[in-house]
Protein backbone atom coordinates (compact mmCIF):
# COMPACT_ATOMS: atom_id res chain seq x y z
CA UNK A 1 0.00 0.00 0.00
CA UNK A 2 1.54 3.40 -1.22
CA UNK A 3 1.60 6.07 1.29
CA UNK A 4 -1.28 7.83 2.05
CA UNK A 5 -1.50 11.62 1.79
CA UNK A 6 -2.89 13.51 5.33
CA UNK A 7 -5.27 15.11 2.60
CA UNK A 8 -6.62 12.43 2.35
CA UNK A 9 -7.56 11.37 5.91
CA UNK A 10 -8.36 15.06 6.43
CA UNK A 11 -11.31 14.34 3.83
CA UNK A 12 -12.18 10.80 5.52
CA UNK A 13 -12.28 12.70 9.07
CA UNK A 14 -14.92 15.32 7.63
CA UNK A 15 -17.56 12.54 5.88
CA UNK A 16 -17.35 10.70 9.04
CA UNK A 17 -18.05 13.68 10.90
CA UNK A 18 -21.08 14.84 8.33
CA UNK A 19 -21.86 12.15 7.77
CA UNK A 20 -22.15 12.60 4.01
CA UNK A 21 -21.11 14.54 1.56
CA UNK A 22 -22.17 17.71 1.36
CA UNK A 23 -21.63 19.04 4.50
CA UNK A 24 -17.57 16.85 3.86
CA UNK A 25 -17.43 19.58 1.02
CA UNK A 26 -18.20 22.47 2.40
CA UNK A 27 -15.87 22.26 4.90
CA UNK A 28 -13.31 21.00 2.30
CA UNK A 29 -14.24 23.37 -0.31
CA UNK A 30 -14.41 20.10 -2.64
CA UNK A 31 -17.18 19.28 -4.94
CA UNK A 32 -19.10 16.89 -3.12
CA UNK A 33 -18.09 14.66 -6.31
CA UNK A 34 -14.88 14.76 -5.82
CA UNK A 35 -14.84 14.19 -2.18
CA UNK A 36 -16.80 10.72 -3.24
CA UNK A 37 -13.85 9.67 -5.48
CA UNK A 38 -11.52 10.70 -2.94
CA UNK A 39 -13.16 8.40 -0.73
CA UNK A 40 -13.02 5.93 -2.96
CA UNK A 41 -9.58 5.89 -3.25
CA UNK A 42 -8.94 5.79 -0.46
CA UNK A 43 -10.85 2.44 0.21
CA UNK A 44 -8.70 1.15 -2.03
CA UNK A 45 -5.75 1.97 -0.96
CA UNK A 46 -6.44 0.50 2.40
CA UNK A 47 -7.83 -2.23 1.13
CA UNK A 48 -10.97 -2.03 3.44
CA UNK A 49 -14.26 -0.59 3.09
CA UNK A 50 -14.60 2.40 5.74
CA UNK A 51 -18.34 3.74 4.52
CA UNK A 52 -22.30 1.79 4.53
CA UNK A 53 -23.52 3.62 1.66
CA UNK A 54 -27.15 4.97 1.38
CA UNK A 55 -29.82 7.43 0.30
CA UNK A 56 -29.60 8.89 4.42
CA UNK A 57 -25.73 9.73 4.28
CA UNK A 58 -22.46 8.14 5.24
CA UNK A 59 -22.19 5.80 8.48
CA UNK A 60 -18.89 4.09 9.71
CA UNK A 61 -18.21 0.48 8.79
CA UNK A 62 -15.95 -1.47 12.22
CA UNK A 63 -13.03 -0.79 9.62
CA UNK A 64 -13.77 2.72 9.20
CA UNK A 65 -14.23 3.42 12.71
CA UNK A 66 -11.11 1.99 13.90
CA UNK A 67 -9.09 4.35 11.18
CA UNK A 68 -11.13 7.31 12.47
CA UNK A 69 -10.32 6.59 16.19
CA UNK A 70 -6.50 6.10 15.11
CA UNK A 71 -6.62 9.41 13.03
CA UNK A 72 -8.30 11.43 16.33
CA UNK A 73 -5.31 10.08 18.23
CA UNK A 74 -3.14 11.81 15.12
CA UNK A 75 -5.09 14.89 15.13
CA UNK A 76 -4.99 15.55 18.97
CA UNK A 77 -1.60 15.25 19.01
CA UNK A 78 -1.38 17.52 15.59
CA UNK A 79 -3.34 19.87 17.72
CA UNK A 80 -1.42 19.83 21.31
CA UNK A 81 1.82 20.93 19.01
CA UNK A 82 -0.11 23.74 17.13
CA UNK A 83 -1.33 24.96 20.50
CA UNK A 84 1.78 24.89 21.96
CA UNK A 85 3.83 26.65 19.26
CA UNK A 86 0.98 29.62 19.26
CA UNK A 87 0.91 30.04 22.76
CA UNK A 88 4.42 32.04 22.52
CA UNK A 89 3.35 35.27 22.48
CA UNK A 90 -0.52 34.41 21.08
CA UNK A 91 -3.45 34.84 22.99
CA UNK A 92 -5.23 32.17 24.45
CA UNK A 93 -7.64 30.11 21.78
CA UNK A 94 -10.89 29.01 23.18
CA UNK A 95 -12.94 26.57 20.75
CA UNK A 96 -16.87 26.22 20.87
CA UNK A 97 -18.61 23.82 19.00
CA UNK A 98 -22.18 24.35 18.55
CA UNK A 99 -25.20 23.46 16.39
CA UNK A 100 -26.30 26.12 13.74
CA UNK A 101 -28.71 27.73 15.81
CA UNK A 102 -26.87 27.35 19.23
CA UNK A 103 -24.13 29.68 17.15
CA UNK A 104 -26.58 31.62 16.02
CA UNK A 105 -27.79 32.87 19.02
CA UNK A 106 -24.51 33.12 20.96
CA UNK A 107 -23.68 35.21 17.49
CA UNK A 108 -26.68 38.11 17.94
CA UNK A 109 -25.24 37.72 21.81
CA UNK A 110 -21.55 37.47 20.97
CA UNK A 111 -20.95 40.47 23.96
CA UNK A 112 -22.42 37.98 26.37
CA UNK A 113 -19.25 35.71 26.44
CA UNK A 114 -16.42 37.75 24.85
CA UNK A 115 -15.83 41.66 25.55
CA UNK A 116 -12.79 43.81 24.51
CA UNK A 117 -11.36 43.49 27.80
CA UNK A 118 -10.40 39.63 27.16
CA UNK A 119 -7.28 38.55 26.09
CA UNK A 120 -8.21 35.14 24.12
CA UNK A 121 -9.33 33.81 20.87
CA UNK A 122 -13.05 32.28 20.22
CA UNK A 123 -13.17 29.82 17.48
CA UNK A 124 -16.25 28.68 16.23
CA UNK A 125 -16.89 24.92 15.20
CA UNK A 126 -20.60 25.12 13.75
CA UNK A 127 -22.00 21.63 12.58
CA UNK A 128 -25.09 19.26 13.59
CA UNK A 129 -22.60 16.55 14.43
CA UNK A 130 -21.83 15.86 17.22
CA UNK A 131 -18.02 17.05 18.28
CA UNK A 132 -15.85 15.37 20.33
CA UNK A 133 -13.99 16.94 22.84
CA UNK A 134 -11.90 13.36 24.36
CA UNK A 135 -9.36 14.22 21.88
CA UNK A 136 -9.73 17.89 22.41
CA UNK A 137 -10.98 18.68 18.82
CA UNK A 138 -12.87 21.50 21.14
CA UNK A 139 -12.74 23.06 24.61
CA UNK A 140 -16.51 23.39 25.03
CA UNK A 141 -19.42 21.69 23.33
CA UNK A 142 -23.48 22.41 23.41
CA UNK A 143 -25.23 19.53 23.39
CA UNK A 144 -28.68 17.99 23.33
CA UNK A 145 -27.35 14.74 25.08
CA UNK A 146 -25.80 14.47 28.37
CA UNK A 147 -22.64 12.93 27.40
CA UNK A 148 -21.02 9.69 28.56
CA UNK A 149 -17.44 9.96 27.42
CA UNK A 150 -14.78 9.27 29.99
CA UNK A 151 -12.94 12.74 31.34
CA UNK A 152 -16.09 15.27 30.53
CA UNK A 153 -17.32 18.17 32.62
CA UNK A 154 -20.85 18.96 31.99
CA UNK A 155 -23.40 22.17 33.45
CA UNK A 156 -27.12 21.84 32.62
CA UNK A 157 -28.55 24.52 30.83
CA UNK A 158 -32.41 23.52 30.59
CA UNK A 159 -34.38 22.68 28.16
CA UNK A 160 -35.01 22.95 24.18
CA UNK A 161 -38.11 23.21 22.46
CA UNK A 162 -39.50 23.02 19.24
CA UNK A 163 -42.65 23.88 17.14
CA UNK A 164 -43.24 24.44 13.62
CA UNK A 165 -43.27 28.34 12.59
CA UNK A 166 -44.44 30.18 9.65
CA UNK A 167 -44.57 34.25 8.37
CA UNK A 168 -47.00 36.06 9.73
CA UNK A 169 -48.00 37.24 6.25
CA UNK A 170 -49.01 33.91 5.68
CA UNK A 171 -52.66 33.15 6.10
CA UNK A 172 -53.60 30.52 8.72
CA UNK A 173 -55.76 28.62 5.86
CA UNK A 174 -53.35 28.26 3.58
CA UNK A 175 -52.17 24.77 2.18
CA UNK A 176 -49.62 23.65 4.72
CA UNK A 177 -46.46 23.49 2.54
CA UNK A 178 -43.33 22.38 4.84
CA UNK A 179 -39.36 23.54 4.59
CA UNK A 180 -36.83 20.83 5.50
CA UNK A 181 -33.21 20.27 5.07
CA UNK A 182 -32.87 17.14 2.34
CA UNK A 183 -32.82 13.82 4.14
CA UNK A 184 -28.92 13.12 3.85
CA UNK A 185 -28.03 16.55 6.21
CA UNK A 186 -31.33 15.63 8.34
CA UNK A 187 -29.27 14.56 11.34
CA UNK A 188 -30.53 15.69 14.35
CA UNK A 189 -34.24 15.02 15.58
CA UNK A 190 -35.55 18.48 14.02
CA UNK A 191 -34.53 18.07 10.98
CA UNK A 192 -35.73 14.70 10.33
CA UNK A 193 -39.00 15.16 12.09
CA UNK A 194 -40.52 16.93 8.74
CA UNK A 195 -39.25 13.93 6.92
CA UNK A 196 -41.11 11.16 9.17
CA UNK A 197 -44.67 13.25 10.07
CA UNK A 198 -44.55 15.91 6.58
CA UNK A 199 -43.02 14.02 4.11
CA UNK A 200 -45.62 14.47 1.36
CA UNK A 201 -46.28 17.83 2.17
CA UNK A 202 -42.79 19.23 2.11
CA UNK A 203 -42.43 21.08 -0.79
CA UNK A 204 -38.95 23.04 -0.34
CA UNK A 205 -35.54 21.49 0.38
CA UNK A 206 -32.37 23.30 1.54
CA UNK A 207 -28.72 21.58 2.82
CA UNK A 208 -28.17 24.11 6.16
CA UNK A 209 -30.42 24.55 8.38
CA UNK A 210 -29.75 28.06 8.68
CA UNK A 211 -31.61 28.83 5.68
CA UNK A 212 -35.20 27.09 7.29
CA UNK A 213 -36.34 30.60 8.87
CA UNK A 214 -34.99 32.59 5.80
CA UNK A 215 -37.26 30.65 3.65
CA UNK A 216 -40.34 30.55 6.71
CA UNK A 217 -40.20 34.44 6.79
CA UNK A 218 -40.30 34.78 2.81
CA UNK A 219 -43.64 32.80 3.17
CA UNK A 220 -41.99 29.50 1.21
CA UNK A 221 -43.56 27.40 3.94
CA UNK A 222 -43.61 26.00 7.75
CA UNK A 223 -40.47 25.18 9.42
CA UNK A 224 -39.80 23.33 12.40
CA UNK A 225 -37.28 25.72 14.81
CA UNK A 226 -36.02 25.68 17.68
CA UNK A 227 -38.24 27.81 19.95
CA UNK A 228 -35.84 29.70 21.03
CA UNK A 229 -35.38 31.38 17.38
CA UNK A 230 -39.29 31.14 16.04
CA UNK A 231 -40.60 32.92 19.44
CA UNK A 232 -37.81 35.69 19.58
CA UNK A 233 -38.75 36.80 16.11
CA UNK A 234 -42.29 38.95 15.46
CA UNK A 235 -42.17 38.16 11.90
CA UNK A 236 -43.04 34.42 12.80
CA UNK A 237 -45.69 32.57 14.34
CA UNK A 238 -46.59 28.80 15.46
CA UNK A 239 -48.19 26.98 12.89
CA UNK A 240 -49.28 24.16 15.50
CA UNK A 241 -48.42 23.47 18.93
CA UNK A 242 -45.29 22.40 20.54
CA UNK A 243 -44.12 18.79 19.02
CA UNK A 244 -43.42 17.77 22.50
CA UNK A 245 -41.25 14.73 21.52
CA UNK A 246 -38.55 16.89 20.91
CA UNK A 247 -37.88 18.15 23.24
CA UNK A 248 -34.59 17.51 25.44
CA UNK A 249 -32.23 19.05 27.81
CA UNK A 250 -29.32 21.11 27.17
CA UNK A 251 -25.25 20.48 28.50
CA UNK A 252 -22.10 22.75 27.94
CA UNK A 253 -19.75 20.38 27.75
CA UNK A 254 -16.00 20.82 28.64
CA UNK A 255 -12.92 18.01 28.85
CA UNK A 256 -12.11 17.41 32.51
CA UNK A 257 -8.28 18.20 32.56
CA UNK A 258 -9.36 21.63 30.46
CA UNK A 259 -12.03 22.98 32.31
CA UNK A 260 -9.98 24.79 35.15
CA UNK A 261 -8.27 26.97 32.37
CA UNK A 262 -9.27 30.35 32.89
CA UNK A 263 -10.11 31.72 29.61
CA UNK A 264 -12.27 28.14 29.08
CA UNK A 265 -13.57 29.12 32.86
CA UNK A 266 -14.28 32.58 31.88
CA UNK A 267 -16.15 31.85 28.51
CA UNK A 268 -18.03 28.64 29.68
CA UNK A 269 -19.61 30.97 33.34
CA UNK A 270 -20.87 33.15 30.88
CA UNK A 271 -22.38 30.94 28.38
CA UNK A 272 -23.82 29.37 31.30
CA UNK A 273 -25.23 32.64 32.80
CA UNK A 274 -26.51 33.54 29.49
CA UNK A 275 -29.04 30.54 28.17
CA UNK A 276 -30.29 30.12 32.34
CA UNK A 277 -31.03 33.85 31.89
CA UNK A 278 -32.42 32.38 28.49
CA UNK A 279 -34.62 29.44 30.10
CA UNK A 280 -37.95 30.62 29.00
CA UNK A 281 -37.63 31.25 25.74
CA UNK A 282 -35.43 27.50 25.42
CA UNK A 283 -38.37 26.16 27.09
CA UNK A 284 -40.80 27.58 24.61
CA UNK A 285 -42.85 29.45 27.38
CA UNK A 286 -43.18 32.53 25.44
CA UNK A 287 -44.67 31.42 22.30
CA UNK A 288 -45.82 33.95 19.06
CA UNK A 289 -48.98 32.56 19.05
CA UNK A 290 -50.61 31.46 15.31
CA UNK A 291 -52.86 28.78 14.59
Known sequence: MKNIGWDAYQI??????????TGAAQISELSPATVGRRMLDLERETGRPLFNRSQTGYRLTP?????????????????????????????????????????WLLHRNFSAI?????????????????ASLTHRESDIAIRAVEPDEANL???RTGIVAYAPYRARSVRAGAARRYIAVGEEEAISAYLRWPHENRAGEITVTVSRPRSLRDLALAGA??????????????????????????RHGQW???????????????????????FKGQAELFAGRHPNRGF
Do not use: Y
Request: aromatic share 8%.
Open 252 to 274: LVMNSEDRHRREIRTVVDRMTKF
Open 12 to 21: FLAVARQGGL
Open 114 to 130: CTDLDDFRLEFFIAERR
Open 221 to 246: GIAVLPCFVGDADPRLERADEEIAEL
Open 63 to 103: DGQALFDQLLQMEAASRAVDLWKREIGAPALVRIAAGTWGA
Open 153 to 155: ATV
